[in-house]
């Protein structure tokens, strides 16, 4: 018979406990029966994207801010004032991250700040 020290019995019951603990989710998540997503909202079904409307998603994205601005202001975490400047920060294109630009980089023309 093998003798197993602590260090032993101990690695081995911490992998059996692991393994229960990642055979379980998997078992469960393999017989559910919920649909899978087939695809993105942004592809059509050629697999191709979907042109975006520039106009409209600048429209979208600002009320959907405002909305979050107001939640804000409501909840104590800003001042009116506070949502108000941000609000025409984003209205100027001072904020980046629009439509074809990296979070944080500013619109095409708009001068960018200085380093200090």
Do not use: C
């Amino acid at each position: 018979m093998v003798k197993l020290s602590k260090k032993m019995v101990v690695t081995l019951g911490a992998s059996g406990v692991l393994a229960l603990g990642i055979a379980a989710p998997v078992a469960a998540w393999a017989a559910d029966g919920t649909p899978k997503p087939t695809g993105s909202a942004s592809t059509t079904e050629s697999g191709k994207p979907q042109p975006r409307e520039h106009g409209k998603s600048d429209v979208d994205r600002t009320a959907k801010l405002k909305e979050r601005l107001d939640a804000a202001v409501k909840a104590g975490k800003l001042t009116q004032a506070e949502a108000d400047a941000v609000l025409k920060a984003a209205k100027l294109g001072l904020l980046g991250g629009g439509p074809g630009r990296p979070h944080g980089t500013p619109p095409s023309g708009a001068p960018s700040a200085p380093a200090k």
